[in-house]
């Protein structure tokens, strides 16, 4: 295999590190998907979004690969099926089926009023799934002739590439002489009930200055304030689960931070990690004050460089390791399940991924009813949370495998509206497979 970084597939194209552990830990209950949509006023019309569609493969010739599993690591190569535009189905960002949708490690969805992306999380991540559904929209809106909307920080449909697009800067950042980034013992989970591999949704839509006045009262942004209410939450269910304080384990959120403002790095591939913010319950009760101190000062550490560099060190120096490098793929593909469980899901009792404010241009804006972004659950934390603004709202969609348990869900949108939050429910839970 070939490792190259440059303008377009040419030949076999390494993940980036970060992709790695997508592939040999897809499973039905660890899809490593997600979706980001947006609703329009006006009818979808599938002939426009397929030159869209084209368009998008055009522009972005690394998004038109496929993924092929190699004697010593999984690869991407360059695609010559077509992609297919799909019909929404009721349950989204679940395991996704490659041959169905020849090969492509990402889908696009429409319904009447619907324009989805649905990605694996081998090509990239949120902020590059978003980039896609920009230029994507923008295309229909030219094809459909509707106008010519133009995202502030989208791609460039008319210019060439940059070598940095399709770069894995985690390669660049890697320093071999930084000590690795500490590893942490499990984390509570819930035990939740029965489940299916549907994923259901329930959706809560509040007012961005409702929730930035409750948070600022706390001197917290809106994402530390949502990750406090979720501690929180998780709190009230752990001590119904488990009564005896001393035998409580550490209540842990995964919060996904986009690198590339940080590091000053524009790609499409994936550059995320992890920051971690936890509550110790064995300690005794924590008010909701506490929690977002907690939150707050936890936060802050998570995004030093200094902190980031190191757990790129970690992740990186295992990839070079030559025990990992030359074992087949076949030996591979177990050990990363266990490391994927060892230094993920056993860590933390559940993930929240705030995308923050998208701004919309002034074309979109009177023609655009609604944006979404939703995450796949996982077998070990069958929640999962994705928060997403734009004009004056914000969208939370907790997406579950648990067939009939939304008591995490309920609590949440009960601590909002206690708070003086409005909020507004929907939900999926009444579809059929």
């Known amino acids: 295999m070939i490792r190259i970084q440059n303008h377009a597939p040419e030949g076999f194209i390494a993940l980036d590190n970060s992709a790695l552990i997508y592939p040999p830990t897809e499973a039905v209950y660890n899809a490593n998907?997600?979706?980001?949509?947006?609703?329009?006023?006006?009818?979808?019309?599938?002939?426009?979004?397929?030159?869209?569609?084209?368009?998008?493969?055009?522009?972005c010739s690394y998004a038109k690969?496929?993924?092929h599993t190699g004697f010593f690591w999984y690869y991407l190569s360059p695609n010559e099926m077509p992609a297919i535009v799909h019909e929404e189905g009721p349950y989204p960002s679940g395991r996704f089926t490659f041959k169905e949708n020849n090969g492509y490690l990402f889908k696009v969805i429409y319904s009447s009023h619907r324009i989805g992306l649905e990605c694996f999380h081998a090509l990239t991540d949120g902020a590059g799934g978003m980039a896609y559904l920009k230029l994507l929209v923008e295309r229909y809106y030219y094809h459909a002739g509707i106008g010519k909307p133009e995202f502030a920080d989208s791609l460039e449909f008319?210019?060439?590439?940059?070598?940095?697009?399709?770069?894995d800067p985690f390669q660049h950042l890697y320093d071999k002489k930084l000590p690795s980034y500490p590893t942490i013992n499990k984390a509570f989970h819930r035990k939740g009930g029965s489940y299916d591999d549907r994923v259901k949704v329930i959706s809560a839509t509040i007012l961005?200055?409702?929730?930035?006045?409750?948070?600022?009262?706390?001197?917290?942004?809106?994402g530390e304030y949502l990750s406090s209410v979720y501690l929180y939450c998780l709190q009230q269910?752990?001590?119904?689960?488990?009564?005896?304080?001393?035998?409580?384990?550490?209540?842990?959120l995964s919060v996904p931070m986009n690198l590339r403002k940080i590091f000053g790095y524009d790609t499409m591939r994936n550059f995320t990690l992890f920051a971690i913010v936890e509550i110790e319950p064995s300690l005794g009760f924590y008010s909701f004050e506490e929690i977002g101190q907690e939150v707050h000062t936890q936060m802050v550490q998570a995004q030093s460089k200094k902190r980031l560099l190191s757990q790129i060190k970690r992740n990186v120096a295992g990839e070079r390791n030559p025990v990992i490098r030359f074992?087949?793929?076949?030996?591979?593909?177990?050990?990363?399940?266990?490391?994927?469980?060892?230094?993920?899901?056993?860590?933390?009792?559940?993930?929240?991924?705030?995308?923050?404010?998208?701004?919309?241009?002034?074309?979109?804006?009177?023609?655009?009813?609604?944006?979404?972004?939703?995450?796949?659950?996982?077998?070990l934390n069958k929640v999962a949370l994705a928060v997403i603004g734009y004009l004056d709202?914000?969208?939370?969609?907790?997406?579950?495998?648990?067939?009939?348990?939304?008591e995490l869900e309920h609590q949440f949108c009960t601590f909002l509206v206690e708070d003086g939050i409005d909020v507004e429910v929907?939900?999926?839970?009444?579809?059929?497979?």
Do not use: C, W
Not at 237 to 252: D, G, M, S, T, W
Not at 394 to 405: G, K, L, P
Not at 426 to 433: C, D, F
């Open 65 to 67: 690969v496929g993924l």
């Open 237 to 252: 269910l752990q001590q119904i689960e488990e009564p005896v304080q001393y035998k409580r384990k550490p209540i842990r």
């Open 158 to 167: 008319n210019a060439r590439p940059t070598k940095q697009e399709f770069s």
């Open 208 to 222: 961005t200055e409702q929730i930035k006045e409750r948070a600022k009262a706390r001197k917290l942004t809106i």
């Open 393 to 406: 709202k914000i969208i939370i969609n907790f997406t579950s495998f648990y067939t009939v348990d939304t």
């Open 426 to 433: 929907a939900t999926n839970r009444n579809s059929e497979r």
């Open 33 to 59: 998907t997600f979706r980001v949509s947006m609703d329009f006023r006006f009818t979808i019309k599938k002939a426009v979004l397929e030159q869209a569609l084209h368009d998008l493969l055009h522009r």
């Open 327 to 379: 074992a087949p793929t076949a030996l591979k593909n177990p050990l990363f399940k266990l490391l994927s469980d060892y230094l993920g899901d056993d860590q933390y009792s559940g993930i929240i991924s705030n995308f923050g404010y998208v701004p919309f241009p002034k074309e979109l804006q009177d023609t655009v009813t609604r944006l979404d972004f939703h995450l796949s659950p996982g077998l």
